[in-house]
T-cell receptor
């Protein structure tokens, strides 16, 4: 089944404890993105990647890191999480620039 | 001024009627426009994309783009209860990069 998977789906952590949210797609898509969704603020893009080793900032990159060492994976790294990073995170991928973007199921992160 | 603005709703429409959702954007150079549907607790899914002025129809959905007035709209004909969801407008400001800015969404309720 073609899909975007994220792990973990739910995570509660404490301030300052490094964490990684994994994202993987099995559709051989070139493009991948990370978003966060917050009430009243909507969906905001954190980082995107147009190919292996090619990443760029979205609208809210502060406090996040990403890497794209292989096509299928695009992990999101929070080196020192803070409570304002409590949010619902979505990973997404698409084949080409004008193709349909598919979203993963989301990761709900709580930072205490 | 927000880059992408939508009326948050809720918008209530009787079953069988036309639902009209609107979105305005601030960057006159924006190139690509998208409508996503998000059911409560689920991931966004792409409904329509539109790149040039005018109307684009797909089944019961019609997207309308007016670059001069900087708005994009989504019409849903013969509205069904299953259309009840939050609709997100998204704008890509430049070809060649994948920065995508979302509005905060309009919550649509179809009344049986």
């Amino acid at each position: 089944e073609a899909q975007v998977t994220q792990n973990p789906r739910y995570l509660i952590t404490v301030t300052g404890k490094k964490l990684t949210v994994t994202c993987s797609q099995n559709m051989n898509h070139e493009y991948m993105s990370w978003y966060r969704q917050d009430p009243g603020l909507g969906l905001r893009q954190i980082y995107y990647s147009m190919n292996v080793e090619v990443t760029d900032k979205g609208d809210v990159p502060e406090g996040y890191k990403v890497s794209r060492k292989e096509k299928r994976n695009f992990p999101l790294i929070l080196e020192s999480p803070s409570p304002n990073q409590t949010s619902l995170y979505f990973c997404a991928s698409k084949r080409g620039s004008t193709d349909t973007q598919y979203f993963g199921p989301g990761t709900r992160l709580t930072v205490l | 001024q927000k880059e992408v603005e939508q009326n948050s709703g809720p918008l209530s429409v009787p079953e069988g009627a036309i639902a009209s959702l609107n979105c305005t954007y601030s960057d006159r150079g924006s190139q690509s426009f998208f409508w996503y549907r998000q059911y409560s607790g689920k991931s966004p899914e792409l409904i329509m994309s539109i790149y040039s002025n005018g109307d684009k129809e797909d089944g019961r959905f019609t997207a309308q783009l007016n670059k001069a007035s900087q708005y994009v709209s989504l019409l849903i004909r013969d509205s069904q209860p299953s259309d009840s969801a939050t609709y997100l407008c998204a704008v890509n400001r430049n070809f060649g990069n994948e920065k995508l800015t979302f509005g905060t969404g309009t919550r649509l309720t179809i009344i049986p």
